[in-house]
């Protein structure tokens, strides 16, 4: 039976990817924070899933849930890792303060980054092990390929991650590693939520503020018009196991309305993103 690890399985797309695999075939290696969602978990999924306890944050924690997933495979590689664990940060830039734009990177840029150097040896780069090697996933978004206003360290980071991603796939053809990334639109995913949650009151004096209330209140509707997470988790076995994968997998509900946003001109953007915004200066 192949084995993935899957990092951020508790909710959301993560959730969903565990639920999906064992399914065609997989064993997951879930990642979660807590405990009791290990336990709550395992009751769901069953004895094709195994915990791991880590945070994409905390490297000596990923480091030993890699000991513990090379004990499991005995001496069998790893046929996948899904680096899918993110947040996202919302804010003007003028106003977020700089340890924000850390903690949006660390969870996805520097998370990533120490998974695959964990995860990696069980992939492919130890030759010791048995099996073909492993592919990558990396969990991007359409974001980046847009720069969105008041989203621009979640932006940035996802930009991030999609170079990194292609560097990273040209180093491991050395290996034989293939890395997929894939860029959803909106998915109904508690990201959003979690987003919605974060208290802005700090910023009330800000004049990007109403701005910011109106991302607030979008944020709702693009989880209830959002993609359902199953549908990534179909692109993440797709991506797993075809013969050739994409290297980019864009995802969205409106294909079309994507293309052409990364089509215009980028003043025209600007131009209709201020509008809808409301950053147009005052005059």
Known sequence: ??????????TGIGHAITKFLPDKGFRVFGSVRKEADAERLIGEFGSNFKPLIFDVTDEAAIRTAAGEVRAALGGERLAGLVNNAGIAVSGAVLDLPAEEFRRQFE??????IVATQAFAPLLGTD????GAPGRIVMMSSVAGKFGNPLMAAYSASKHALNGLSDGLRRELMLFGIDVVTIMPGAVKTPIWAKSA??????????????ALQKIRALLPKMDASGLPPETIAQHVYDALTSPKPKAHDIVTPGPLQFWV??????????????SRMGLKPNT
């Open 1 to 10: 039976m192949p084995s993935v690890v899957v990092t951020g399985v508790s």
């Open 107 to 112: 969870v996805n840029v520097i998370g990533p």
């Open 127 to 130: 030759p010791s092990l048995r």
């Open 197 to 210: 949650e974060e208290d802005i009151s700090k910023y009330a004096g800000s004049p990007f503020y109403p």
């Open 261 to 274: 946003s990364t089509k215009l001109p980028p003043r025209w953007i600007d131009r209709i993103v201020a």
